[in-house]
């Protein structure tokens, strides 16, 4: 399993960035996949999940209505799209799969991050 992010940088407050997480070595589309980040202060945070097909998503509320998370199955991509970028939003992004026991949803891979600052 191989997740590659990209598409970090320094933006200044309200800006947008658009992440991408190159996916292989797995069946992307039988994966939920997920966003998370974490910055020193704050830990590891979850920002949003989507589900195989893409047809439906779930946030944090501190991004909710700003970032939207979407997937190209067909291209094994998933994206996070950042919009009204604040301070804040300052992290390491990572993308993770999802996985379940049945009862629970986890993440059992991630990705090296890339880094997004927030700062003017």
């Known amino acids: 399993v191989q997740l590659v992010e990209s598409g970090g940088g320094l933006v200044q407050p309200g800006g947008s960035l658009r992440l991408s997480c190159a996916a292989s070595?797995?069946?992307?589309?039988?994966?939920?996949m997920s966003w998370v980040r974490q910055t020193p202060g704050k830990g590891l945070e979850w920002v949003s999940d989507?589900?195989?097909?893409?047809?439906?998503?779930w946030y944090a509320d501190s991004v909710k209505g700003r970032f939207t998370i979407s997937r190209d199955n067909a291209k094994n991509t998933l994206f996070l799209q950042m919009n009204n970028l604040k301070p804040e939003d300052t992290a390491l992004y990572y993308c993770a799969r999802v996985v379940t026991d049945g009862v629970n949803y986890y993440d059992d891979y991630w990705g090296q991050g890339t880094q997004v600052t927030v700062s003017s």
């Open positions: 989507i589900i195989k097909s893409g047809l439906s998503t």
């Open positions: 070595g797995f069946t992307f589309s039988t994966y939920y």
